[in-house]
T-cell receptor, first 114, second 114 residues
Framework: AQSVTQPDIHITVSEGASLELRCNYS??????LFWYVQSPGQGLQLLLK??????LVQGIKGFEAEFKRSQSSFNLRKPSVHWSDAAEYFC????????????FGKGTKLSVKP | GEEVAQTPKHLVRGEGQKAKLYCAPI?????VFWYQQVLKNEFKFLIS????????ETGMPKERFSAKCLPNSPCSLEIQATKLEDSAVYFC????????????FGEGSWLTVV
């Protein structure tokens, strides 16, 4: 069955520290991969996406993610976290050839302490 | 418009009442998607449209839920005879016609069934 697992429900990091949010997927073929961020009461904003090519993807707000096919992972990283990064982060996968039928992980809540 | 516009932002319905939510996709986007987010975290794909045609409705509950995207009108998601478990945030999203294009989400409509 197709699924996305975000093992960490809640992560707290200090401002300025590095961040890695984990995402593992189970999918029949190579999927499209996405990371979205949701601030309280807001919709989803796309941070970055992987379709093909370079497995290290750069996104907005200083985020990057690396697709590792052998590990079925697409972890999100940021070298130095800012207080404004506190939000809920969702990893999602979609099938090539489909349009918008995304499977989301359950999210990781990021808290940033001063 | 430049963003996916959803109305209303909040809707309260008594059990058994009808609820109708609206979505105006970004101008020029041919695909519209509806997602349901329950318990603040779990996203469930409901249905997608390519222009006014249903593209994928594999996530739509067979009973009580219906959706339309008619020309020159906002798209709509209607729930007949609402139940308590329909309480959720309903997100609309849109994308351009090419497969794999970025999917832009609206800010959601919060439905509370009491």
């Amino acid at each position: 069955a197709q699924s996305v697992t975000q093992p960490d429900i809640h992560i707290t990091v200090s401002e300025g520290a590095s961040l890695e949010l984990r995402c593992n997927y189970s999918y029949g073929a190579t999927p499209y991969l996405f990371w979205y961020v949701q601030s309280p009461g807001q919709g989803l904003q796309l941070l970055l996406k992987y379709f093909s090519g370079d497995t290290l993807v750069q996104g907005i707000k200083g985020f990057e993610a690396e697709f590792k096919r052998s590990q079925s992972s697409f972890n999100l990283r940021k070298p130095s976290v800012h207080w404004s990064d506190a939000a809920e982060y969702f990893c999602a996968v979609g099938a090539r050839g489909s349009q918008g039928n995304l499977i989301f992980g359950k999210g990781t809540k990021l808290s940033v302490k001063p | 418009g430049e963003e996916v516009a959803q109305t209303p932002k909040h809707l309260v319905r008594g059990e058994g009442q009808k609820a109708k939510l609206y979505c105006a996709p970004i101008k020029g986007h041919s695909y519209v998607f509806w997602y349901q987010q329950v318990l603040k975290n779990e996203f469930k794909f409901l249905i997608s449209f390519q222009n006014e045609n249903v593209f994928d409705e594999t996530g739509m509950p067979k009973e009580r839920f219906s959706a339309k995207c008619l020309p020159n009108s906002p798209c709509s998601l209607e729930i007949q005879a609402t139940k308590l478990e329909d309480s959720a945030v309903y997100f609309c999203a849109s994308s351009q016609s090419k497969a794999g294009n970025t999917i832009y989400f609206g800010e959601g409509s919060w439905l509370t069934v009491v």
